[in-house]
């Protein structure tokens, strides 16, 4: 054991690489940033290396501190998961995830089920609305936002960009030749988005003839739905047109695709620090989703 590093500067590291802030592991921690500035800079000078890039805004690993992240993580979440079961805790707390109500349904519940099969002693409340923001923040564990990058703390971590495709029912976008074409049909848009036809026009060269929304919606859960039914064409995050597209519900219009100019966030922690084993390990699940 002569080789096991000082255990309080391991989670140190953990918590600033994870967080690229030493600020923001200060604050998961509860310790000042100048603390967890030394701490690791203690591990470092143990190790006779460097394991951060100091930028002046956010830190960097490097290639040994990408090296030795995953090894410690694990590490670290073995022990929390090896004393919980040592002092009995039959019971483990409810891991709340919260997201947009679109991102929740058509993203992160059709992969929650192989998750917990996998994972069966955690469990997870998942809730959901349209801007995300029907539960207080300090009893949410874990935070996707989606939106430009202006809206959000700079602590927030970019998990994806995202795009936006045309679609319509499958027979509907066999018969669709051209973006004139495709601008002559109703078009659905949805609450906060609307500008999206317009942008697919200008960036093809079509004029939109008519710019009043003959079908409004304010979900895209909605808008696939009636786009479905042949109601008409609508623009979606390809994202979410991912499930209703491999149901052949619906089909994409032209291969046509543009920037949406947002993304999604996971925010940084607002109540208790997400310092447990299984808020961790939802954690790591969802920046997997969008990998």
């Known amino acids: 054991m002569s080789d096991l590093p000082n255990l309080v500067w391991l989670r140190a590291f953990e918590a600033a690489a994870r967080l690229q802030s030493f600020t923001a592991a200060a604050e998961e921690l509860g310790l000042?940033?100048?603390?967890?500035?030394?701490?690791?800079?203690?591990?470092?000078?143990?190790?006779g290396i460097t394991l951060?890039?100091?930028?002046?805004?956010?830190?960097?690993?490097?290639?040994?501190?990408?090296?030795?992240?995953?090894?410690?993580?694990?590490?670290?979440?073995?022990?929390?998961?090896?004393?919980?079961?040592?002092?009995?805790?039959?019971?483990?707390?409810?891991?709340?995830?919260?997201?947009?109500?679109?991102?929740?349904?058509?993203?992160?519940?059709?992969?929650?089920?192989?998750?917990?099969?996998?994972?069966?002693?955690?469990?997870?409340?998942?809730i959901s609305a349209v801007w995300a923001d029907s539960t207080q923040d300090e009893d949410v564990d874990i935070d996707l936002r989606l939106g430009p990058s202006g809206w959000f703390d700079r602590r927030a971590h970019l998990l994806a960009t995202e795009s936006v495709i045309p679609?319509?029912?499958?027979?509907?976008?066999?018969?669709?030749?051209?973006?004139?074409?495709?601008?002559?049909?109703?078009?659905?848009?949805?609450?906060?988005?609307?500008?999206?036809?317009?942008?697919?026009?200008?960036?093809?060269?079509?004029?939109?003839?008519d710019r009043t929304a003959a079908l409004y919606v304010d979900t895209s859960l909605a808008a696939i739905e009636m786009a479905a039914s042949g109601a008409g064409a609508a623009m979606l995050m390809r994202r979410y047109a991912e499930l209703p597209l491999s149901l052949n519900r619906l089909a994409p219009v032209l291969d046509a695709e543009i920037p949406m100019g947002q993304g999604h966030y996971l925010m940084p922690a607002a109540g208790e620090a997400p310092n447990s084993a299984e808020v961790a390990l939802v954690r790591d699940w969802v920046v997997s989703l969008f990998n």
């Open 32 to 47: 000042t940033q100048a603390a967890v500035s030394h701490q690791v800079r203690s591990l470092e000078n143990s190790f």
């Open 52 to 126: 951060f890039i100091r930028r002046s805004r956010h830190l960097e690993l490097t290639q040994l501190g990408h090296a030795y992240y995953p090894s410690v993580a694990q590490a670290l979440t073995d022990i929390a998961y090896s004393t919980r079961g040592l002092l009995g805790h039959a019971q483990t707390r409810t891991v709340t995830l919260r997201a947009p109500v679109s991102t929740a349904v058509l993203w992160v519940a059709p992969r929650l089920g192989v998750f917990h099969a996998a994972h069966p002693h955690v469990r997870i409340r998942l």
């Open 167 to 209: 679609v319509a029912k499958p027979q509907l976008a066999a018969e669709l030749r051209s973006v004139d074409q495709l601008l002559g049909q109703t078009l659905i848009h949805i609450h906060g988005y609307q500008d999206h036809w317009l942008r697919l026009s200008e960036q093809e060269g079509v004029p939109l003839k």
